[in-house]
């Protein structure tokens, strides 16, 4: 069955650092999720992105879809501590797989 | 406001006794759908609904039964065949479209005693 991994599973940062994590699928995506889970909360949309290539920015915030749809990464430029969570990939194909999640720590 | 609501928040099972969390969305969604969430485990989809009285069961279903009765409601029972149950147990619901973002409740915390 179709299988999404994120790597790292754990990231810690001094705030003000960069943090990249990578979503991988084992099939070729429609289309391709991501979301973040604060400690103690529940996941929380943040973007969609479903063509090959392409790139979206949310402010500090960078999501690319590879060109095979079948990877890609979420880019936090300058960390701050309100960034703190997990942060999952969700690939859709004939349905929504989560990744595995990357957590994010930072250190003030 | 529109939203998801899953109750309890923290519930406790005993052995051999099946007990049901509660989700209710008024978002209007034909989509609702149960994961369980383990600790670096990601999500796992237990079941899910596309409408009402039908659902289908997701990559982890043994244990586990729901009803959809409701466009409202997709309770899901927890039974004495999940022999480990204690996780942390998440209901989201999204429009029919399979390209709709997913909405979650605040998810219920299931420990055995």
Excluded at chain 1, 63 to 74: D, I, P, V
Aim: a positive charge; glycine letters at 10%.
């Amino acid at each position: 069955g179709q299988q999404v991994m994120q790597i790292p599973q754990y990231q810690h940062v001094q705030e003000g650092e960069d943090f990249t994590t990578y979503c991988n699928s084992s099939t070729t995506l429609s289309n391709i999720q991501w979301y973040k889970q604060r400690p103690g909360g529940h996941p929380v949309f943040l973007i969609q992105l479903v063509k090959s290539g392409e790139v979206k920015k949310q402010k500090r915030l960078t999501f690319q879809f590879g060109e095979a749809k079948k990877n890609s990464s979420l880019h936090i430029t300058a960390t701050q501590t309100t960034d703190v969570g997990t942060y999952f990939c969700a690939g859709l194909n004939e349905k929504l797989t989560f990744g595995t999640g990357t957590r994010l720590t930072i250190i003030p | 406001d529109g939203g998801i609501t899953q109750s309890p928040k923290y519930l406790f099972r005993k052995e051999g006794q099946n007990v049901t969390l509660s989700c209710e969305q008024n978002l209007n969604h034909d989509a609702m759908y149960w994961y369980r969430q383990d600790p670096g485990q990601g999500l796992r989809l237990i079941y899910y609904s596309q409408i009402v009285n039908d659902f289908q069961k997701g990559d982890i279903a043994e244990g586990y039964s729901v009803s959809r009765e409701k466009k409202e409601s997709f309770p899901l029972t927890v039974t004495s065949a999940q022999k480990n149950p204690t996780a942390f147990y998440l209901c989201a619901s999204c429009r029919g479209n399979r390209n709709q973002p997913q909405h979650f409740g605040d998810g219920t915390r299931l420990s055995i005693l």
